[in-house]
């Protein structure tokens, strides 16, 4: 009978010992592949990604049985200028893409409530420094070879950026012949040209490419040049042939 009382004496007080709520944010971008796929990849701020950039933050709240809805603010500046901020959300999770390059910083501010709407306490705490997600965008970058060989022999067989390209946003390129007739035009940087006009590949020449782009920093790209057309060398040979070139 004792021991029964004690135990209806102590069961109140332990369903009262509620774990407090916590918060652990977290930064994430998507990066997408040559084959069509797409990776989810942890920000890092030692490293500058390219734009287009598409950016997930999430808070991993846990913990939160018998609170109230919390109350998330996300705050994402320029590290350039604090005092702008570029993004303020007071969703759990954001997801943004950012066409502008810079360093930027990331920070979560939430407010967690009782059930009865009163504020329990903040995260972060006051006195604590806020954890921060840094990370990059780097300046544009855009350059074309001077020629291709379109023969199927997997070495520069298409027009297209050099390697390396970056934070290109907007992109608009065509290619003509020497009488001002254009054979083929492509509004998607990783898009590219194999040298074919009408579905068949053209005569080994000299041919113009004319690029409009603009980067996320801003910067604008009008390329205007010449592109040698020799679908006769062979890669592997390190020759050239004179046939399949009607």
Known sequence: MRFTFILLFILPFCAL?????????EGFYI???????ADTLELASATALGAPLKVILKANPSDLEGWGTPRYEWKVWDESDPTNILIYRTDENVEYTFTISGSFTAQLYVTFYTEDGNVYYEFPEEGEDPKTIHF???????????????N?????????PKDGYQSIVDFHAAVFNRWGNRLYSWDDVKG??????????????????????KGADGRKFNIRKTISVISGYNKNEGTETTDGNE
């Open 152 to 160: 199927n022999d997997q070495w520069n067989d298409e027009l297209k």
């Open 31 to 37: 990066s997408e592949n040559e084959d069509g796929t």
């Open 17 to 25: 010992a509620q774990v407090d709520p916590t918060v652990d944010p």
């Open 192 to 213: 590219s040209w194999d040298g074919t006009y009408k579905g068949k590949v053209v005569k080994d020449g000299v041919y113009f490419l004319v690029v409009s782009a």
């Open 136 to 150: 990059s965008i780097s300046e544009s970058i855009l350059e074309f070879p001077d020629g291709i060989s379109p």
